[in-house]
T-cell receptor
């Protein structure tokens, strides 16, 4: 069965600290996609990144970086030099390519609080 | 604004009443999804359309729920005989088939059933 686990329910950091959000997934498919979404207090989910299962290259986008490791079924997200505006709930999600509709399966989310 | 829009943003109703929500996807997006999010949880998939065809429904979608996308553009989600357990945020997302399901979400409709 497909499953996404975000073991960290809440994380609190002080501005400028680096923080890593963990994501572990389960799937039987060999072709799948992994996503991270941000949900700020306003409530609207904001797409951050999509990664397919054949691309294990790490990615960096500004202060954000993602580490995908198939060997440990993990897709972790690191924010460098965190800022107050990074405070939000972050969701990791999985979709499987051979499923009709490729509905996203979300984890329960990690609430990140960044204080000044 | 060319993003996904949803209406209404908030709905308060009494148990037993019917409610209907509307979602307008990003123009030309042929896939449209409905999700439900309860407090402290991630969104859970309800149903999905490709153009006007409803191709998949979750077990979460009881027979009190019905969704339509009559012309392959906007979609409606109706809940009949609402129950307190239906209180949640209902999210709509859209995507293009060719973009490997990069789904763009709307702001959601928050339903409160009293």
């Amino acid at each position: 069965a497909q499953k996404v686990t975000q073991a960290q329910t809440e994380i609190s950091v002080v501005e400028k600290e680096d923080v890593t959000l963990d994501c572990v997934y389960e799937t039987r498919d060999t072709t799948y996609y992994l996503f991270w979404y941000k949900q700020p207090p306003s409530g609207e989910l904001v797409f951050l990144i999509r990664r397919n299962s054949f691309d294990e290259q790490n990615e960096i986008s500004g202060r954000y970086s993602w580490n995908f490791q198939k060997s440990t079924s993990s897709f972790n997200f690191t924010i460098t030099a965190s800022q107050v505006v990074d405070s939000a709930v972050y969701f990791c999600a999985l979709s499987e390519a051979n499923q009709a509709g490729t509905a996203l399966i979300f984890g329960k989310g990690t609430t990140l609080s960044v204080s000044s | 604004d060319t993003g996904v829009s949803q209406d209404p943003r908030h709905k308060i109703t009494k148990r037993g009443q019917n409610v209907t929500f509307r979602c307008d996807p990003i123009s030309e997006h042929n896939r449209l999804y409905w999700y439900r999010q309860t407090l402290g949880q991630g969104p859970e998939f309800l149903t999905y359309f490709q153009n006007e065809a409803q191709l998949e429904k979750s077990r979460l979608l009881s027979d009190r729920f019905s969704a339509e996308r009559p012309k392959g553009s906007f979609s409606t989600l109706e809940i009949q005989r609402t129950e307190q357990g239906d209180s949640a945020m209902y999210l709509c997302a859209s995507s293009l088939v060719l973009t490997e399901d990069e789904q763009f979400f709307g702001p959601g409709t928050r339903l409160t059933v009293l």
